[in-house]
């Protein structure tokens, strides 16, 4: 009864050679959160949609992009990825936007390796 | 002002011992305080929350104690079992930014 899936959960790719990383949620949530956690390191916000309205963060590198093609799903592209972008992505959901909308539902991440 | 920290960084606990982990914050409009549970290779998992209008909230061996004035709150574990061991983030939402602020983390181990 996972409710924020992500696929594939080990990708690697190489230095410079595109690569989407997908999420899926079953919880019907408005909004949905790209993170990414370097080891030993707190999850650090790289985006989030409210339903097709996409919020970047200020410090979200250009090389990152998402793609919300309905409420189900949300892809994150990485258009060159460097060795530093070699981290656990992971994707959480929340019913709405605001305080009392919290909690976020992590899923289990795609932990992104690059040769 | 946006920042979380947390202490200690690691942990060290027997079993059946209480695990105390604190978390202090600045933004006064932080109103909504979660607690996440993170195993190795898993996403974080929502343990246990708390709004500042309660100064504590208990759920089976986990309380968290929030001190609105000090701007403070902590986990406790009671009875602190090796299944327990985990990273432990605290977070706070609200604010101008309304997104979720993590703190740096505490890696807690416990012995059996």
Same mark, same amino acid.
């Given at each position: ?9 080990? #990708?690697?790719? #190489? /230095? ?13 949530? &408005? ?7 370097? !080891? !030993? #390191?707190?999850?650090?916000?790289? /985006? ?5 309205? /996409? &919020? ?6 250009? &090389?990152?992009? !998402?793609?919300?093609? &309905?409420?189900? /799903? ?26 009392? !909308?919290?909690? #976020? ?11 | ?14 079993? =059946? ?23 190795? =290779?898993? =996403? *974080? ?16 061996? @986990? ?9 403070? @709150? ?7 079992? *090796? ?5 432990? @983030?605290?977070?706070?939402?609200? =604010? ?15 012995? *059996?």
């Amino acid at each position: 009864d996972a409710m924020v899936i992500q696929n594939p959960r080990y #990708q690697v790719t #190489q /230095f410079g050679k595109p690569v989407t990383l997908s999420c899926s949620q079953t919880l019907n949530h &408005n909004v949905m959160y790209w993170y990414q956690q370097k !080891s !030993s #390191q707190a999850p650090k916000l790289l /985006f989030h949609y409210y339903d097709k309205d /996409f &919020n970047n963060e200020a410090d979200t590198p250009d &090389n990152f992009q !998402s793609r919300r093609p &309905n409420t189900s /799903f949300c892809f994150l592209d990485i258009r060159s990825p460097g060795l530093g972008d070699a981290a656990m992505y992971l994707c959480a959901t929340s019913r709405d936007w605001g305080t009392g !909308s919290q909690p #976020q539902h992590f899923g289990d991440g795609t932990r992104l390796s690059i040769l | 002002q946006q920042q979380v920290k947390q202490s200690p960084q690691s942990l060290i606990v027997q079993k =059946g011992g209480i695990s105390i982990i604190n978390c202090a914050y600045e933004n006064t409009a932080f109103d909504y305080f979660p607690w996440y549970q993170q195993f190795p =290779g898993k =996403g *974080p998992a929502l343990l246990i929350a708390i709004r500042p209008d309660v100064s504590e909230k208990k759920e089976g061996r @986990f309380t968290i104690s929030f001190n609105k004035s000090a701007k403070q @709150f902590s986990l406790h574990i009671m009875d602190s079992q *090796p299944g327990d061991s985990a990273t432990y @983030f605290c977070a706070a939402w609200g =604010g101008a930014t309304n997104k979720l602020i993590f703190g740096t983390g505490t890696l807690l181990a416990v012995q *059996p």
